[in-house]
T-cell receptor, first 115, second 112 residues
Framework: GAGVSQTPSNKVTEKGKYVELRCDPI?????LYWYRQSLGQGPEFLIY????????DSGLPNDRFFAVRPEGSVSTLKIQRTERGDSAVYLC?????????????FGPGTRLTVL | DAKTTQPNSMESNEEEPVHLPCNHS???????IHWYRQLPSQGPEYVIH???SNVNNRMASLAIAEDRKSSTLILHRATLRDAAVYYC?????????????FGDGTTLTVKP
């Protein structure tokens, strides 16, 4: 079956611009997660949705970052006024349900480069 | 979240067993031990998890110390496709509803 997909695979933008990154989870998965991964480091948690609501947004670094999941399926991570430090691979994952015994399935990521 | 400590890198020869260690001395009784791996240019993928008993699946085995303060991921016969970064993660069933807290993992190099 289809896995988690993310678009675009690569995004290059200029400092100060607005970007949207999209995640299509595995069909039927109610939980969706966003992580950010800098070069040479492990993924860093950003936000997690259970259904349409953000259950934990404690990892969002500041108010320039926002994510939505209006219908409980596709999610969009939005970054306003991008900065060079936002350059990273943004990973999305989904799981059948929330809770630590549910396997998280990751997408290939979107590589964001802010010039 | 309780922290884990892993070596930065390890090397193995192809078709030999690999033992990847993880220390988690502050583990709580409700922490599950999870392993994920990340192949180059891909997102992490689940490998195995356990609580107290050793676990086996088609990918690997997980050996958990009796005091649960350490664990070892065992790849029985390493292949070139096993070259990846391996992450050991603790997830608490009581408090951790969603997120995984990744460290920097162990980069495994497999030599032909």
């Amino acid at each position: 079956g289809a896995g988690v997909s993310q678009t675009p695979s690569n995004k290059v933008t200029e400092k100060g611009k607005y970007v949207e990154l999209r995640c299509d989870p595995i069909s039927g998965h109610t939980a969706l997660y966003w992580y950010r991964q800098s070069l040479g480091q492990g993924p860093e948690f950003l936000i997690y949705f259970q259904g349409t609501g953000a259950a934990d947004d404690s990892g969002l670094p500041n108010d320039r970052f926002f994510a939505v999941r209006p219908e409980g399926s596709v999610s969009t991570l939005k970054i306003q006024r991008t900065e060079r430090g936002d350059s990273a691979v943004y990973l999305c994952a989904s799981s059948l349900a929330s809770g630590p015994l549910n396997t998280q399935y990751f997408g290939p990521g979107t590589r964001l480069t802010v010039l | 979240d309780a922290k884990t400590t892993q070596p930065n890198s390890m090397e193995s020869n192809e078709e030999e067993p690999v033992h990847l260690p993880c220390n988690h001395s502050t583990i709580s009784g409700t922490d599950y031990i999870h392993w994920y791996r990340q192949l180059p240019s891909q997102g992490p993928e689940y490998v195995i998890h356990g609580l107290t008993s050793n676990v086996n699946n088609r990918m690997a085995s997980l050996a958990i110390a009796e005091d649960r303060k350490s664990s070892t991921l065992i790849l029985h016969r390493a292949t070139l496709r096993d070259a990846a970064v391996y992450y050991c993660i603790l997830r608490d069933v009581n408090t951790n509803a969603g997120k995984s807290t990744f460290g920097d993992g162990t980069t495994l190099t497999v030599k032909p």
